[in-house]
């Protein structure tokens, strides 16, 4: 190969230009700007998503088994406690602990419980004071 052969090679051989690597990197940053934007709802979907889990379905056995064994769900003022540790009382009926422990929401509070329920006044009220945790309109119970 000759010295013109070798020049005519690298001359062919051009990286990206400057405008072609600044549309690339406008575009990465318009995606990622999309993206960002959207984490927050992506995740506080999946946290809802966990509440309503437990107060719908997760804390239903335990509360269930609680019941044939006591003969009623635990008050108010025993609390979602009376799953993990015997309410004073009650003697050998109390079969438990009926769960391990008591999870935090995904907001990290406590559960609120209420027995009888406003909403279900035969049963049990279960809910999380939701991501504000003012207890407003995103409060996810099992009503």
Not at 9 to 34: D, P, Q, T, Y
Not at 39 to 57: C, N, P, T
Not at 129 to 137: Q, Y
Request: hydrophobic letters at 35%; glycine letters at 12%.
């Amino acid at each position: 190969m000759g010295n013109k052969e070798t020049v005519s090679l690298l001359n062919k051989k051009r990286g990206f230009s400057l405008i072609e690597i600044l549309i690339a990197l406008a575009i990465l940053a318009a995606v990622s700007g999309i993206v960002i934007s959207n984490l927050d709802k992506i995740f506080g979907s999946s946290q809802e998503k966990v509440a309503e889990l437990f107060v719908r379905e997760t804390v239903r056995t335990p509360l269930m088994s609680y019941r044939m064994n006591m003969g009623g769900y635990p008050t108010t003022d025993q609390g979602l406690k009376a799953l993990i540790k015997a309410p004073e009382g009650s003697g050998r009926r109390w079969k438990g602990p009926y769960i391990d422990e008591l999870p935090l929401d995904p907001w990290g509070r406590p559960y609120e419980y209420r027995c009888p329920g406003e909403h279900n006044r035969e049963k049990y009220d279960i809910w999380s004071m939701g991501a504000k945790g003012n207890g407003g309109e995103d409060s996810i119970g099992n009503w």
